[in-house]
């Protein structure tokens, strides 16, 4: 009977050996399923992160070359301008009768003008109307003068047109205002 009772506790002996094994080779499957899976989540980390960073870059390049390219149409849309201002230049050349010549050349000149102005207004640069009451953020009051037809401090006479560039003012009008 003691020889059954030692090969029991022999016996039971192998058993927790043999579950103490068992429990760590279970364990260190589950450690490298888990450093697997880190691996893997650290690799999806730094590829993610290496396409933010592209993505980044490339964002960044996009700006400054849409900075460095914004006047782009505003350009494009003067050349026709400049064209007719070299016809003019060109027209002032010819041979004919100095009245007619200088004519031709005004006219020239005039729809010139009309052709920046276009230009410039489709772009959202507006003159200032000299029609407008004197408003000291649009107005530059460069002189006073008496006048019996005007109003005290109404515009009397426009020595420069002002521009805006859509709400803002690009140069002030310098105007003659009444006293």
Avoid: C, W
Wanted: no cysteine; glycine share 4%; charged share 30%.
């Amino acid at each position: 009977m003691s020889n059954e009772v030692n090969e029991d506790v022999i016996s039971d002996e192998q058993t927790s050996q043999n579950t103490g094994e068992e429990v760590i080779a279970e364990s260190m499957n589950e450690l490298e399923t888990i450093q697997a899976e880190l691996a893997s989540f650290k690799d999806k980390y730094a590829r993610v992160h290496a396409d933010f960073d592209n993505i980044k870059k490339r964002l960044e390049r996009e700006k400054y070359q849409a900075l460095e390219y914004a006047n782009e149409k505003f350009a494009k849309d003067l050349i026709p301008v400049v064209d007719s201002l070299g016809m003019a230049i060109g027209a002032a050349e010819i041979e004919a009768e100095p009245a007619v010549l200088l004519e031709k050349l005004k006219e020239g000149v005039e729809l010139t003008m009309k052709q920046l102005l276009g230009v410039l207004e489709k772009h959202g640069v507006t003159p200032v109307d000299e029609s407008e009451p004197f408003d000291p953020n649009i107005h530059n009051a460069v002189q006073r003068v008496d006048s019996p037809d005007h109003e005290s401090g109404a515009i009397v006479n426009t020595f420069q047109k002002g521009f805006r560039y859509k709400e803002r003012t690009l140069r002030d009008a310098m105007v003659v205002i009444a006293n």
